[in-house]
């Protein structure tokens, strides 16, 4: 089965059985940041650093998961079913990114200036359900530490590069 956190993918994704069994402090080995990249035409933005903005931190399990079940699955973004929209329609968020604290998401950034990227090119065709299954499992893997190579991960990012088109 796969692992997608959108219920209309995958409708018991995240089952509610009304208990709570992690520790409120199970902190994870580094402090992550959500950013969101919108998409600059729509908001009238100039640049990538203008229109990327954080939006949340977490240091801890709960606090991760308080902030990544909020997070739009790829099948979200992708397709236009997005949170936020402008007034004539448009989508107005282009990617989701996290990044270690202290890390913005840009080249720019000292952690990132000397660095390459590793670069995942998922097609529509493999479907919403695997496509969110990636997404999920490269995110755990690097909240999780089992991603981070040397301490050379600083961050994922996901964009759509296709936008309305399909493959």
């Known amino acids: 089965m796969a692992f997608s956190l959108n219920p209309a993918v995958q409708p018991d994704a995240l089952p509610d059985d009304g208990s709570d069994d992690l520790p409120k402090d199970l902190k994870l080995k580094h402090t992550w940041n959500f950013w969101e990249q919108l998409n600059q035409g729509a908001q009238g933005k100039s640049g990538y650093a203008e229109s990327t903005r954080k939006f949340g931190t977490c240091s801890t399990v709960e606090e991760f998961w308080s902030m990544f079940s909020d997070v739009p699955q ?5 397709e236009n079913r997005m949170a936020r929209v402008t007034p004539d329609g448009a ?19 000292p952690a990132n200036a000397a660095g390459g990227h590793f670069q995942v090119q998922l097609l529509p065709s493999l479907g919403a359900a695997t496509i969110d299954e990636f997404w999920n499992n490269i995110v755990m893997g690097c909240i999780g530490n089992t991603l981070d190579l040397k301490g050379l991960l600083t961050g994922v990012r996901l964009v759509d590069k296709l936008g309305s088109r399909t493959a």
């Open 74 to 78: 790829p099948s979200q973004l992708f």
């Open 91 to 109: 989508a107005a968020l282009d990617g989701v990114m996290l990044f270690k604290d202290g890390v913005r998401p840009e080249w720019e950034d």
